[in-house]
């Protein structure tokens, strides 16, 4: 029986200095900045540990390499052939080479049950939406984003409802970061309390629905598993 993710706490950081921001107008400038980075910050730990238990998860299956999805297997083999690559210029280390080799054979020739293993990191100093959606891409959700409905309240309701541009909110969210940063940019000047407020939300949405989708996937595999 699959567990579910417990992604509560994901954005608790984000909504304390959010709180504070309201409160106290003097430091406006230095908490809107802090709300915008820690949204960022929040997605993507949020990302990281969701796949760190989807691959927790999924080993409890204890799947025949036979049965691994092709993207795992990719995965998998990307992280072996890392460790290899680390492995060739240490002489004193053949056995774990060897171990390596065995093991990238195993997953794309034998029935054995695989523990699987790949990075769940971001790339050092990478951020933004691409960089999400490749960790997802990982575990066979081609993209993670077009999973992701989330209704824009508008002035005129009785129209056609529009959806959010996820790709465009992580992507934008992540330049306002990178700016505050790296420029000292003050994000207070075009972004308001009830800018922070629909961020906040936006995030919830997409971090709730995104656990769902992991959980999903999950219990689909665990279906197939059986048969």
Request: charged fraction near 30%; proline fraction near 0%; aromatic fraction near 8%.
């Amino acid at each position: 029986m699959i567990s579910s993710y417990d992604y509560e706490d994901s954005l608790a950081e984000a909504k304390f200095l959010y709180d504070l921001c309201v409160k106290d107008d003097n430091h406006r400038e230095v908490l809107t900045n802090l709300v915008v980075i820690s949204l960022v910050t929040s997605i993507e730990v949020f990302a990281e540990r969701i796949l760190e238990y989807f691959l927790l998860e999924y080993n409890k299956l204890s799947v025949e390499a036979h049965k691994i999805e092709r993207e795992l297997k990719i995965a998998h083999s990307n992280c072996l052939s890392d460790r290899i690559n680390d492995l060739k210029s240490h002489s004193h280390k053949v056995n774990d080479l060897e171990s390596c080799f065995n093991e990238l054979a195993k997953i794309w020739s034998s029935t054995e049950k695989i523990t699987l293993k790949f990075d769940t990191k971001f790339p050092k100093g990478k951020h933004g939406e691409l960089q999400i959606k490749k960790l997802f891409k990982k575990i066979g959700i081609e993209d993670v984003f077009s999973e992701v409905k989330i209704v824009i309240e508008t002035e005129d309701m009785l129209n056609e409802e529009e959806l959010l541009d996820i790709d465009k909110f992580i992507g934008d969210l992540t330049g306002n970061r990178n700016r505050a940063i790296h420029e000292g940019a003050r994000l207070h000047t075009f972004i308001s309390n009830e800018n922070l407020k629909k961020y906040i939300e936006y995030m919830e949405s997409i971090i709730r629905q995104i656990s769902n989708l992991v959980l999903k996937t999950l219990q689909e595999i665990e279906v197939s598993c059986t048969r």
